[in-house]
């Protein structure tokens, strides 16, 4: 199998790094070929603007997205955008490797997904209409394909556990887990988060490389979240609300999972 980790640390000695080097080495021990994407080693260019397309200007504006379109369909995409669409294409599993930062990735990471997922591969796939709104949640440029976050935290487990002050973690990986991976089609794996990390010594960080190893070792064979497919008959359309019979009386993220 095909695996493309993406990867945003600035130190290669962090535990991010040690770990990210761990998984390349169990990955490829297993028979598995590997491509990374280090972002920071690459000097990825964070912020989407005019520069991604090599199309000229035209009309008196930037518009993000449909210069995106254009250049999608064009082959006039920035070489760097296409040679990461290139990796995404490639990849039967895809793992997003990074330091938790104010609640969500590192920016850099946030700039390759604005810039690599463009329009008409990642978002504005499939016919929209009244009766159908494209193929996304569910559906899309990336269905059949696997995806991981592996994710490091300053705070303790009990910290984003269901009733902990900053949020039950599956809520706060959310917008990346259901929005950036299930939006265009992956199957999205439980994460893995290491937790407190201040306070990983030799004995701890074992136990998380052993852990982090299962769960390579899984990667086939580890059930998705079963978020509710957008065009499965949950949902009204255009709506895109869940129908009454659906989770009768309940609101917030959770009832988008099975
Ligand atoms: C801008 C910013 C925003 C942040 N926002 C949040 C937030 O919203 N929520 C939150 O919970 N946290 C937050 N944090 C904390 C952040 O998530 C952690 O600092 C980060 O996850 C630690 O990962 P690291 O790779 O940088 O670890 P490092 O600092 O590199 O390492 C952590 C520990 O692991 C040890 N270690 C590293 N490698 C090894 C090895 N090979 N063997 C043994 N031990 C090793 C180190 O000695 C160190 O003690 C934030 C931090 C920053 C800088």
Request: charged residues 25%; glycine residues 10%; negative net charge.
């Amino acid at each position: 199998m095909n695996v493309l980790i993406v990867y945003a640390h600035p130190e290669p000695r962090s535990l991010n790094g040690s770990l990210k080097e761990f998984s390349v080495k169990r990955l490829r021990d297993a028979g598995h070929a590997v491509q990374g994407s280090d972002l920071y080693a690459m000097n990825w260019k964070a912020a989407l603007d005019a520069g991604d397309s090599l199309a000229p200007a035209t009309g008196d504006r930037f518009d993000p997205s449909r210069a995106s379109k254009y250049a999608f369909e064009n082959g006039l995409q920035s070489a760097d955008i296409a040679a990461e669409q290139a990796k995404l294409k490639w990849a039967d599993a895809v793992i997003l490797q990074f330091p938790l930062w104010w609640f969500s990735m590192p920016a850099i990471m946030k700039g390759w997904v604005e810039r690599v997922y463009a329009y008409g591969f990642a978002y504005g796939v499939g016919e929209h209409s009244d009766a159908r709104w494209g193929d996304r949640y569910g559906e899309g440029t990336f269905a059949g394909k696997r995806a991981m976050l592996v994710v490091t935290t300053g705070g303790w487990e009990s910290h984003y556990s269901p009733r902990g002050i900053n949020g039950p973690i599956d809520d706060v990986l959310f917008p990346i887990q259901h929005g950036i991976l299930y939006y265009p089609g992956f199957d999205v794996l439980p994460p893995f988060v290491v937790y407190r990390t201040s306070r990983i010594d030799e004995e701890k960080y074992a136990e998380a490389r052993d852990a982090l190893g299962e769960r390579l070792d899984n990667l086939w064979n580890t059930a998705p979240i079963p978020f509710r497919a957008q065009n499965g008959g949950d949902y009204r359309v255009p709506e895109l609300t869940l129908k009454d019979d659906i989770a009768p009386g309940r609101a917030g993220l959770g009832v988008h999972i099975k």
